[in-house]
Structures are given as C-alpha cells and as structure tokens.
C-alpha cells in the first residue's frame, strides 16, 4: 500500500543502519545475541504509559534490544536523527506533522484535541487517551499496520512526552498498555552501553553510515476526509 511504503522509505532514510547485527560479527561481545537476551520486565503499573513508570530506561536499553517479539519506535524528528545520532534496532516514526498535529491538517492522520462536556468543563486532557480524533476514515486502519498489535513495542522521544501521548493513542485504539515501553528521552542522560553508533565500545556497536540532512514530506495516499 503507498501509504505504508513511504513511512518504510522515510525509516530507511535516516536509519540506515538499524538492522540487526550478525553474531559473528567481530564487533560485538563474545556472546551471542541469543545469549545475552533478557526477559522484558513486567510493568508494575501496566496501565501507565509514563517514562517515570517503565522498568526500560535509557539506561538499560542495551539489555532489551534485537528482540523478536518486539517492535522499537523513535518518534524524534526525522533532522534530529541525523543530527543527534539514534538507536540500531529502532525505527523512526515521527509524531508530531506525520501521525498526529495540534491543528487539524491534511496529511495528519489524528488531530489532538482537549474534549469538554456540555458545559464546557474539560473531560478529557490533551495527550490524554479520548483527545485524539481522526481526520480520516482510514486513519485507525493505517495505525493499527504501522504497530504490531500482537508485539511488545519500545518507544524513544525528545523528552518521553510524544512517546507517551503516541502510546495513549494505541491505548484509545485497543492495544494493550502493558505492552508498551515509554523508554523516555533520548538526548539526555543517554548511557555508554547503549547501541549507539558513536560509542565504539558499546555492547552492540553499529558502524555509521554516511548521513545528509532532508527535507521531507508526507503522502499517505488517497484517503478519505471525515467531514467535522
């Protein structure tokens, strides 16, 4: 489907080398991957989509990546990949302008919205699971192939705040919320023993690549206008 395909071509852009290592690459630690997997930690608040509640931290991603049975998200801007680095193994879906905008704009599958009642009390924040609201009947159908509904997923942000309203999406879309990581910031406090591409001693060291910046935009295709 093209609307699919392009955020495939935009993650392959600024995450070129994201791909899982080899074992035998001389790179890694002795061990192999398989070896040095670790269960994903059970949240002690499952229904918590805030980084001050996730067991996954910036500091012990390294202990949870190349996963099968999981799905990593960077929701960065696509410039601060490029200019700030990234995590291998992680796919980068902006949020803000590509999934979901404050103001409601073609091209932006969800607007955010505070909801009120009646009276005009607030009910529902912005971010909050409820303030999302499609701009597209095919809005919740592109969601749902884009995040693996039957995986754990990992989420990374600028400051863990578009990880968290990303994940209360999911959550207002049906998916689990114990399956989903808010790791928090990426920038900040970011660890030496994670996989990422400056660090040559880091656990799983993944060679850079060449990187430009971009400009970009976003097509999702023929879809169909929710007339508000």
């Known amino acids: 489907m093209k609307k699919i395909l392009l955020i495939v071509s935009l993650c392959l852009l600024v995450s070129g080398c994201s791909a899982k290592p080899d074992a035998n690459e001389e790179n890694l630690i002795d061990e192999s991957i398989e070896d040095v997997y670790k269960e994903l930690p059970v949240k002690e608040n499952p229904d918590s989509t805030s980084p001050v509640d996730s067991p996954i931290t910036v500091t012990n991603i390294d202990d949870y990546l190349f996963r099968e049975d999981t799905f990593y998200v960077d929701t ?133 690549t060449q990187s430009y910046k971009v400009t970009y935009s976003v097509d999702w295709g023929e879809l169909t206008k929710i007339e508000k």
């Open 76 to 208: 960065r801007d696509a410039s601060q990949i490029v200019e700030e680095g990234f995590i291998a193994g992680f796919t980068n879906i902006p949020f803000y302008e590509v999934l979901v905008s404050l103001k409601e704009k073609d091209q932006v599958l969800f607007t955010m919205k505070k909801m009120t009642d009646e009276n005009g009390k607030v009910t529902v924040l912005l971010g909050d699971v409820g303030s999302f609201v499609p701009n597209y009947k095919e809005s919740e159908q592109i969601i749902k192939e884009i995040f693996p509904k039957d995986k754990n997923i990992i989420f990374f942000s600028t400051a863990g705040v578009e990880a968290t309203y990303l994940m209360n999406l999911l959550v207002q879309l049906g998916y689990d919320s114990s399956k989903l990581y808010n790791a928090g910031h990426f920038s900040n406090s970011m660890g030496k023993n994670v996989a990422y591409r400056e660090y040559e001693d880091a656990k799983y060291y993944v060679e850079g």
